[in-house]
T-cell receptor, first 114, second 115 residues
Framework: KAGVTQTPRYLIKTRGQQVTLSCSPI?????VSWYQQTPGQGLQFLFE???????NKGNFPGRFSGRQFSNSRSEMNVSTLELGDSALYLC?????????????FGSGTQLSVL | AQSVTQLDSQVPVFEEAPVELRCNYS??????LFWYVQYPNQGLQLLLK??????LVKGINGFEAEFNKSQTSFHLRKPSVHISDTAEYFC?????????????FGTGTKLQVIP
């Protein structure tokens, strides 16, 4: 069974540009959540989708958005990139909607904003 | 709202020595507790989780954690570490938020095993 797949693995952009990151969850998983990881800040929750609906959102500006497709694949978009958006973006999937769900993480997309 | 505190950002320890990584949490509702490990250039993977029952939870790679409700802690321990345990460890809590699951992570503790 394939794990969580994130593409691309690395990305270099300049300030003001926009970027789209992709996440394919484990087959059968319906929940996808996104996290931003930076040194010293740990993992900051961005948002979570379940069956194409955003159920929870973290404290990030509106420049960060996402969506989930009917096949559970998810995309995250960041518009008008800032230097501070440089981070490792992690996607995690889980089977259902319970609070005891184990998260399965992808290897992440390393975004560098110059 | 829920929060997780990992006071130690880095923990150096000699090989074969014991280690304890500390985690404290706060929440106004019941939570489930997790420890995840992140090896270099990889995503996170689950080490262990506490849902209910025995407060001592055993995980993979010889790690264990003890849930202490009165102290709102979930410290991770290993009696004898190996070089391969060098990684970053994240404590996490999961609770209902707005009717749905929300997972909050701590800032992580880097375990450096010294040969």
């Amino acid at each position: 069974k394939a794990g969580v797949t994130q593409t691309p693995r690395y990305l270099i952009k300049t300030r003001g540009q926009q970027v789209t990151l992709s996440c394919s969850p484990i087959s059968g998983h319906r929940s996808v959540s996104w996290y931003q990881q930076t040194p010293g800040q740990g993992l900051q929750f961005l948002f979570e989708y379940f069956s194409e609906t955003q159920r929870n959102k973290g404290n990030f500006p509106g420049r960060f958005s996402g969506r989930q497709f009917s096949n559970s694949r998810s995309e995250m978009n960041v518009s008008t990139l800032e230097l501070g958006d440089s981070a490792l973006y992690l996607c995690a999937s889980s089977l259902g909607a319970g609070t005891n769900e184990k998260l399965f993480f992808g290897s992440g997309t390393q975004l560098s904003v110059l | 709202a829920q929060s997780v505190t990992q006071l130690d950002s880095q923990v150096p320890v000699f090989e074969e020595a014991p280690v304890e990584l500390r985690c404290n949490y706060s929440s106004s509702v019941s939570v489930y507790l997790f420890w995840y490990v992140q090896y270099p250039n990889q995503g996170l993977q689950l080490l262990l989780k506490y849902l209910s029952g025995s407060t001592l939870v055993k995980g993979i790679n010889g790690f264990e954690a003890e849930f202490n409700k009165s102290q709102t802690s979930f410290h991770l321990r290993k009696p004898s570490v190996h070089i391969s345990d060098t990684a970053e460890y994240f404590c996490a809590v999961s609770a209902l938020s707005g009717g749905y699951q929300k997972v909050t992570f701590g800032t992580g503790t880097k375990l450096q095993v010294i040969p």
